[in-house]
């Protein structure tokens, strides 16, 4: 949704902190099923991510070390990331996931982004 606007460096789109507050994104509601979906799934997503690092090895930070890193927390982190992006875009664009799997060709794959990368 935001790929477009944000600016390219050599590793590809960036200043995604920049972009983020300007989409249309109703506040927070608790009793609401998506607010509150959302707000278990990033509960979920950290205390993952805080036993991936526990677990890993993390001596070595140079950049294709950290890069592997990153891509294997990805890859645990993937069915949560997901369910994430469909509720960002759901509560974003008013669309539910049946709208719009029937008005475009299918998702991107992994490879070629994500909502929020």
Do not use: W, Y
């Amino acid at each position: 949704m935001i790929k477009e606007f944000q600016s390219r460096g050599l590793f590809g789109p960036r200043d995604i902190h920049k972009l983020i507050v300007k989409l249309p994104f109703p506040k927070f509601q608790k009793g609401n099923p998506e607010h509150d979906e959302l707000s278990a799934l990033g509960r979920s997503c950290a205390a993952l991510a805080g036993n991936f690092v526990k677990e890993t090895e993390l001596r070595d930070l140079e950049p294709r070390a950290l890069g592997s890193v990153r891509t294997r927390l990805k890859d645990q982190l993937e069915a949560e990331m997901d369910r994430i992006d469909e509720l960002v875009e759901k509560l974003s664009t008013g669309k539910s996931e049946k709208h719009r799997t029937t008005t475009r060709k299918g998702r991107r794959s992994r490879a070629v982004g994500r909502l929020f990368e």
